[in-house]
């Protein structure tokens, strides 16, 4: 990469950690003005235009990138249970721990999951289907689950976790206590229900 590109790419990742540092409890991405953003990220608001065609391009980046950045965590969790411990105490430990370093990330997807746009919801759509698609295969491989019934606790699961995530997002570790021990419960609940609706061996 030459060092124009890498100017470039520079000045893009600045834009998107410019944008994801002004997200709020109080303010979602609809309401971050191009100028602001700019500002932030030190660069004329005429130069935003070189990275991203608009604001709607740096919003979907963003949807993406928190996707993503939210899928490696967890699967950090799950290969962290491999060394001993519960696989769902420690996907929720990781994902509690990614509220506290990195709200942002998660704030993203929560807030445009009823994003103005089509194009919002279709992106949240999309990355909260990556989740499910990843989660059901690691259920189908480790607890030999039927593909149906895999796929039908993996969506359970992330609709639980997002559930809990929106209603932790903003309280301090200490508080967050009585809502992960339930989404563990929780958890465990469906997967001992999709244990008995699975097939014996």
């Known amino acids: 990469m030459g060092v124009r590109a890498q100017q470039k790419e520079k000045t893009r990742r600045a834009l998107v950690d410019a944008a994801f540092n002004q997200l709020s409890a109080e303010r979602s991405f609809s309401s971050l003005s191009l100028r602001e953003v700019a500002r932030e990220a030190?660069?004329?608001?005429?130069?935003?235009?070189?990275?991203?065609?608009?604001?709607?391009?740096?919003?979907?980046?963003?949807?993406?990138e928190g996707g993503l950045t939210l899928r490696q965590l967890m699967r950090k969790g799950r290969q962290r249970a491999a060394s001993g411990g519960s696989v769902i105490r420690n996907s929720v430990e990781t994902f509690m721990e990614v509220l506290d370093s990195n709200p942002n990330v998660f704030r993203i997807l929560l807030h445009e999951r009823s994003g103005t746009t089509p194009a919002f919801r279709a992106a949240v759509a999309r990355e909260i289907g990556h989740f499910i698609a990843e989660l059901a295969h690691y259920i189908e491989q480790q607890a030999e689950r039927p593909k149906d019934i895999a796929w039908a606790q993996a969506e359970a699961l992330v609709t639980l976790v997002f559930h809990s995530g929106a209603e932790a997002l903003d309280m301090k570790a200490a508080q967050r206590k009585p809502i992960k021990e339930r989404l563990v419960l929780q958890l465990r609940m469906v997967a001992k229900g999709a244990e008995a609706l699975s097939p014996k061996h």
Do not use: Q
Not at 43 to 61: C, N, Q, V, W
């Open 42 to 64: 030190g660069i004329a608001p005429t130069s935003f235009y070189r990275h991203f065609k608009d604001m709607d391009e740096l919003g979907l980046t963003m949807v993406d």
